[in-house]
């Protein structure tokens, strides 16, 4: 089993605001997704990261993978009430793992 | 990206019954499937994995007498709980992955209410 560990478990901001959540791991990961959950819905994917060091932009989101493939970030710029829900990293290689999650409320 | 469904959205039964949950994934061959129980404001946790064609692997703690998991083609995995309580009630959640489709796509999950 591989723990996921995400960070900060809950984050509320204003819009407008930037904000960092953060996947860490002891273990390396052949890759890592990101997905976004709101309230009675299921996951949605958002990015798979495959390469270490890799960065991909969902229009104000960046996402990178660390060197080593063991951690993650999600970068939101200027969020908006539209990003708020459950951000879940989940890491692949052997079995897949999901984070406890990054609860994040964007208030107008 | 790949679709995944889920049926039923809702369900109530009472204590006691059965109830099924089907997970279909529409537009792509999903030899893996995942079942996940989901409780409030908490991630997701992970009750089973199943291969078509075989068994489910079971996490450990998830009575496989309980939660029957059946993935009898590429596209269908159904879960049933059997002799519901209310201590059952829960949102679960199904994915599926392939081959091809490396990353887990999941369905809009079902919430089961045991009265």
């Known amino acids: 089993t591989q723990l996921l560990e995400q960070s900060p478990q809950f984050l509320s901001i204003q819009e407008g605001e930037n904000l960092t959540v953060y996947c860490n791991s002891s273990s390396v990961f052949s890759s890592l997704q990101w997905y976004r959950q709101e309230p009675g819905e299921g996951p949605v994917l958002l990015v798979t990261v495959v390469t270490g060091g890799e960065v991909k932009k969902l229009k104000r989101l960046t996402f990178q993978f660390g060197d080593a493939r063991k951690d993650s970030s999600l970068h939101i710029t200027a969020a908006q009430p539209g990003d708020t829900g459950l951000y879940l990293c989940a890491g692949a290689g052997g079995d897949m793992r999901f984070g406890a999650g990054t609860r994040l409320t964007v208030k107008p | 990206g790949a679709v995944v469904s889920q049926h039923p959205s809702r369900v109530i039964c009472k204590s006691g019954t059965s109830v099924k949950i089907e997970c279909r994934s529409l537009d792509f061959q999903a030899t893996t499937m995942f079942w996940y129980r989901q409780f409030p404001k908490q991630s997701l946790m992970l009750m089973a994995t199943s291969n078509e064609g075989s068994k489910a692997t079971y996490e450990q703690g998830v009575e496989k007498d309980k939660f029957l998991i059946n993935h009898a083609s590429l596209t269908l995995s159904t879960l049933t709980v059997t002799s519901a309580h209310p201590e059952d009630s829960s949102f679960y959640i199904c994915?599926?992955?392939?081959?091809?489709?490396?990353?887990?796509?999941f369905g809009p999950g079902t919430r089961l209410t045991v009265t």
């Open positions: 994915s599926a992955s392939s081959r091809m489709v490396y990353e887990q796509y």
